[in-house]
């Protein structure tokens, strides 16, 4: 079955150490995208990548970085310099910008 | 970031009764989209909407893209349990990957 897989579930890290979450997608899907949930708000958009060694910042990218060295993989990276970290965190993929995105489970990233 | 807003935040209904739920934005949009999130996971794309006045329909979902688009619509007939969780909608102006997402509304369905 095609999908979008996210791994851990649930993280935790403790503060000033930097952590990576990872995605996978075997949808063949160009584009692919990672967005932080906070309880009672909306998704907002970290990083984003059109295609594969190609990414670009979204509204919140500060303290997050992103590599795109294959097609199927978009792992994200949560550095010390992310100042409020605690949160659920969502990769998505979609065939092109004007299509809709596929979201992954989430993983929920807690730092004590 | 720009947000849409999106209405009612929550509502609790009768099983078998409809629901309807909408989302506005300032800007123009060239494509919405309807998600439906459960507690502890990601959203499901339920409904994608390409064209302004159009009505796409998933089982008893139906959603409409607003003539003016900058609105969009969705209705869920004859409510069930099972449909309580969180709809999300999503904008998306021309030429840009981004998408912008409403806050959420929160349905809960008394049986």
């Known amino acids: 079955d095609g999908g979008i897989t996210q791994s851990p579930k649930y993280l935790f890290r403790k503060e000033g150490q930097n952590v990576t979450l990872s995605c996978e997608q075997n949808l063949n899907h160009d584009a692919m995208y990672w967005y932080r949930q906070d309880p009672g708000q909306g998704l907002r958009l970290i990083y984003y990548s059109q295609i594969v060694n190609d990414f670009q910042k979204g509204d919140i990218a500060e303290g997050y970085s992103v590599s795109r060295e294959k097609k199927e993989s978009f792992p994200l990276t949560v550095t010390s310099a992310q100042k409020n970290p605690t949160a659920f965190y969502l990769c998505?993929?979609?065939?092109?910008?004007?299509?809709?995105?596929?979201f992954g489970p989430g993983t929920r990233l807690t730092v004590l | 970031g720009q947000q849409l807003n999106q209405s009612p935040q929550s509502m609790f209904i009768q099983e078998g009764e409809d629901v309807s739920m909408n989302c506005t934005s300032s800007s123009i949009f060239n494509t919405w989209l309807w998600y439906k999130q459960d507690p502890g996971e990601g959203p499901v794309l339920l409904i994608a909407?390409?064209?302004?006045?159009e009505l796409t329909s998933n089982g008893r979902l139906t959603a409409q893209f607003g003539i003016t688009r900058k609105d969009s619509f969705l209705n869920i007939s004859a409510s069930i349990p099972s449909d309580v969780g969180i709809y999300f909608c999503a904008g998306q102006t021309g030429g840009t990957y981004k998408y912008i997402f409403g806050t959420g509304t929160r349905l809960k369905v008394l049986a």
């Open positions: 909407l390409y064209k302004a006045g």
């Open positions: 998505a993929s979609s065939i092109g910008r004007e299509r809709g995105k596929f």
